[in-house]
């Protein structure tokens, strides 16, 4: 589910994964409503990722049981985004 409202905490991911657990953590991301956006780009079997969370305390029950807990993981970087400078919407990738 998609949340906008004033206390709605925006981040992005880059995560690397083992080419193994790959598909897995790609079904376990799917699965989740927190998780808005999945990107595989270049690299070493790596993801862009974009989730929402009603709130900080939401943002960390995703870290916590969902992104720790991920098999197979590498690499993992998250950003909270401060604000939204320019935002084109249904531009093809």
């Known amino acids: 589910m998609y949340l906008k409202g004033p206390n709605a905490i ?3 991911f880059e995560i690397e994964i083992e080419p ?3 598909q897995n953590v790609v079904q376990i991301f799917n699965a989740n409503d927190t998780v808005t956006q999945i990107y ?3 690299g070493k079997s790596k993801l862009h ?3 929402v969370a009603e709130d ?10 969902v992104m720790y807990k991920l ?18 919407k249904g531009l093809r990738l």
Request: aromatic residues 8%; proline residues 2%; glycine residues 2%.
């Open 49 to 51: 990722l974009h989730a």
């Open 56 to 65: 900080n305390d939401a943002m960390e029950l995703f870290l916590n049981e």
């Open 10 to 12: 925006s981040s992005y």
């Open 71 to 88: 098999p197979g993981i590498t690499s993992l970087e998250c950003n909270i985004i401060l604000s939204r400078i320019k935002d084109i």
């Open 20 to 22: 193994n657990s790959f």
């Open 40 to 42: 595989q780009v270049s």
